[in-house]
Each structure stands twice: as structure tokens, then as C-alpha cells.
């Protein structure tokens, strides 16, 4: 079974940062596309960022680039989200997820997801 497991939400003020961490308890990790998918209040989940399975290709929301960084360490079977620059706008639950098959920016794509982690951007 394939658990995930996020932290580092939180309450931040409007241009602070956060550092989004999501553990993943399988072995064949290192295969494993990664992704962040963040869902606000009355809205449907949308894609974040994405990593390959071999950190050698990253995907990013058109209104994330350049603030958020998507990373990993196999070793740690960790992924991890940089999100810098931050506005009342990302206020949401972030979820984790793994295993997109085809598409990195379809949150459909995921086999498997965390339990998500709040994030609170006050203004």
C-alpha cells in the first residue's frame, strides 16, 4: 500500500514562504512521478507543480513559476514544494500525489494521494 504523507502547512503572511514536504512509503519510489495539487474552498483541484521520477524534468502552474520549486530526494522517498512569494491567493489544501501516468499536469492522472496539507496565506 502506497501512503503519503504531507507537511509544513501553515499560516504565512502575504510574501513569506514555505517549504511543503510529502513522504512516501513505497519502495519503488524512485520511479514515481511526483506532483503538487492545491484545491481552495468551492473549487475543483488544480495542478501545482510536477517532477519526473528522475528530478530531470519539472512542471509548474502558469501562476507559480518562478515563486514555487518542486524537488526531490529519492534516497529520503521525499518530495518536497518551495513556495516563496506567497499571496492570499494560495490559500488552499495542498495535496501530494504520485504516479501520474501521461499527464503530469492532469491531477486525474495520480494513482495515489496524501491527505493534504492546509496553507493559509494571510493578507
Known amino acids: 500500500q502506497v501512503q503519503l504523507v504531507e507537511s509544513g502547512g501553515g499560516l504565512v503572511q502575504a510574501g513569506g514562504s514555505l517549504r511543503l514536504s510529502c513522504a512516501v512509503s513505497?519502495?519503488?519510489?524512485?520511479?514515481?512521478?511526483m506532483g503538487w495539487v492545491s484545491q481552495a474552498p468551492g473549487r475543483e483541484r488544480e495542478f501545482v507543480a510536477a517532477i519526473s521520477w528522475t528530478g530531470g524534468a519539472t512542471y509548474y502552474a502558469d501562476s507559480v513559476k518562478g515563486r514555487f520549486t518542486i524537488s526531490r530526494e529519492n534516497g529520503k522517498r521525499t518530495v518536497y514544494l518551495q513556495m516563496n512569494s506567497l499571496t492570499p491567493e494560495d490559500t488552499a489544501v495542498y495535496y501530494c500525489a504520485a504516479d501520474y501516468a501521461g499527464g503530469a499536469k492532469d491531477p486525474s492522472a495520480y494513482r495515489y494521494w496524501g491527505q493534504g496539507t492546509q496553507v493559509t496565506v494571510s493578507s
Open positions: 513505497v519502495r519503488t519510489f524512485s520511479t514515481y512521478g
